[in-house]
């Protein structure tokens, strides 16, 4: 079955980009939606944007000026990078593959990776 | 945005009871409402989509009800396993997540 694999590195500095990558195994990422969502530590899930397989793109309005998602095909990845971050952007960040037949949800999701932003 | 609320946002229970957990959305959403499980350093976990659509592996005693701005999450016989954060989550429009609801053990 499909699998879903955040990496990326754990600590960024304030300003700097923030750049994860999400490796899909077990399917073709061409087949699906995928989306990325982030946790900050003791709070609640925040969805950060999704990535449909035409290749269009769509982000949370409070992020979309830092947000970009991509995919590789070649390697069955998709990325996620938000920049200028904060202290505010430290959070887990999960990648997660959507359906949507009718219904749009999230029914595999990565491990979630952490990430922390400080100098 | 819609704005969603969770209700409670935390509660103690024993195993056995029947818990429910309440989401209201601001405006009219259908049924295009899903719930999710979370334990502690875990990914979260599909439970029900489409308001009341039972994911497949999801055990039976989850259910899903509600339409337009009124929804809930019912467990019939709370297991141990069952200990957790619960989250609605709606995708009528830009996706929002609901505050969560604590599931602790009385």
């Known amino acids: 079955q499909v699998q879903l694999q955040e990496s990326g590195p754990g600590l960024v500095k304030p300003s700097e980009t923030l750049s994860l990558t999400c490796t899909v195994s077990g399917g073709s990422i061409s087949s699906h939606y995928w989306s990325w969502i982030r946790q900050p530590p003791g709070k609640g899930l925040e969805w950060v944007g999704n990535l449909y397989n035409s290749g269009r793109t769509n982000y949370n309005p409070t992020l979309k000026s830092r947000v970009t998602i991509s995919v590789d095909t070649s390697v069955n990845q998709f990325s996620l990078k938000l920049n200028s971050v904060t202290a505010a952007d430290t959070a887990v960040y999960y990648c997660?593959?959507?359906?949507?037949?009718?219904?749009?949800?999230?029914?595999?999701w990565g491990q979630g990776t952490t990430v922390t932003v400080s100098s | 945005d819609i704005q969603m609320t969770q209700s409670p946002s935390s509660l103690s229970a024993s195993v056995g009871d029947r818990v429910s957990i309440t989401c209201r959305t601001s405006q009219s959403i259908a049924t295009y409402l899903n719930w999710y499980q979370q334990k502690p350093g875990k990914a979260p976990k599909l439970l029900i989509y489409a308001a009341s659509s039972l994911q497949s592996g999801v055990p039976s005693r989850f259910s899903g009800s509600g339409s337009g701005t009124d929804f809930t999450l019912t467990i019939s016989s709370l297991q141990p396993e069952d200990f957790a954060t619960y989250y609605c989550q709606q995708s009528y429009s830009t996706l929002t997540f609901g505050g969560g609801t604590r599931v602790e053990i009385k």
């Open positions: 997660a593959r959507a359906l949507w037949i009718d219904y749009y949800y999230m029914d595999v």
